[in-house]
């Protein structure tokens, strides 16, 4: 299934859009499917993280007391926020 519908700007949306229709299109060779697409991934990751800060921001501001009963959850989440796990190197 193609989701070819694409936006003017660059969503993370529409990185997943691309990702996907590159694992359906079988004419690109192996050695450099997974060069594109691991750096894709990467580009998703940086795209996911800033908007899981903004919206870490927004929760803040929004429900104070739930960041006051759960004060280990803002630790593990800006760690994890800080970590990049995906590379778009293939070594």
């Given at each position: 299934?193609?989701?070819?519908?694409?936006?003017?700007?660059?969503?993370?949306?529409?990185?997943?859009?691309?990702?996907?229709?590159?694992?359906?299109?079988?004419?690109?060779?192996?050695?450099?499917?997974?060069?594109?697409?691991?750096?894709?991934?990467?580009?998703?990751e940086v795209?996911?993280?800033?908007?899981?800060?903004?919206?870490?921001?927004?929760?803040?501001?929004?429900?104070?007391?739930?960041?006051?009963?759960?004060?280990?959850?803002?630790?593990?989440?800006l760690e994890?926020?800080?970590?990049?796990?995906?590379?778009?190197?293939?070594?």
């Open positions: 299934m193609s989701m070819r519908r694409v936006n003017k700007f660059r969503t993370l949306c529409e990185v997943l859009r691309e990702i996907n229709d590159l694992h359906q299109d079988t004419s690109i060779p192996t050695e450099n499917h997974n060069k594109v697409i691991r750096h894709l991934l990467a580009e998703c795209m996911a993280k800033k908007m899981a800060h903004k919206l870490y921001e927004y929760n803040k501001e929004y429900d104070k007391e739930w960041w006051l009963r759960n004060p280990d959850y803002e630790k593990d989440l994890r926020l800080s970590k990049i796990y995906i590379t778009d190197d293939t070594a």
